[in-house]
């Protein structure tokens, strides 16, 4: 029962109307607050095994229609050499909200690489609930992906 509850509380959040930031790249998550991919977080930092670090607003990328934001140059190399490796699915919305057709911001704390892919989600609880059945999960927002982002 906690688990539905939580389940609806989350969809309801998602529903709302996304805010503006998110309008300017549909395809990716801008957040709330700087209208940068990945919420200034460096993308690499999750790939090269470390906890994820805010970037240099001084070491960009554009992809996606989105400025993604770096610790350093090799990062951004990195990233550039195959940024659709390493950029998170689902444009780095959250992949539980996504197989529940919704969309809802990220913790860049709750992450998990899966079969060489990178899924971010709403908050640790709900990676928890999101894990249970990563397979199943990630095939059904594969079903709502992107056609949700058009609602």
Not at 84 to 112: E, I, M
């Amino acid at each position: 029962m906690p688990r539905l509850i939580f389940t609806l509380l989350l969809v309801s959040f998602a529903l709302v109307e996304p805010p503006k930031a998110w309008a300017s790249s549909s395809e990716v998550n801008l957040g709330h607050f700087n209208g940068l991919a990945m919420n200034g977080y460096d993308v690499m930092t999750y790939w090269l095994g470390g906890d994820p670090q805010k970037g240099d607003p001084e070491i960009t990328a554009e992809y996606n229609g989105a400025t993604w934001v770096f610790v350093d140059e090799a990062n951004r190399q990195a990233f550039l050499s195959d940024p659709g490796k390493f950029a998170p699915q689902f444009g780095g919305y959250c992949a539980y909200a996504a197989s529940q057709n919704a969309v809802a911001d990220v913790d860049p704390f709750a992450w998990r690489i899966w079969e060489d892919k990178l899924y971010l989600n709403y908050s640790p609880q709900v990676r928890r609930i999101w894990a249970s059945d990563i397979d199943g999960n990630i095939e059904k927002a594969n079903g709502y992906w992107p056609d949700l982002l058009k609602q």
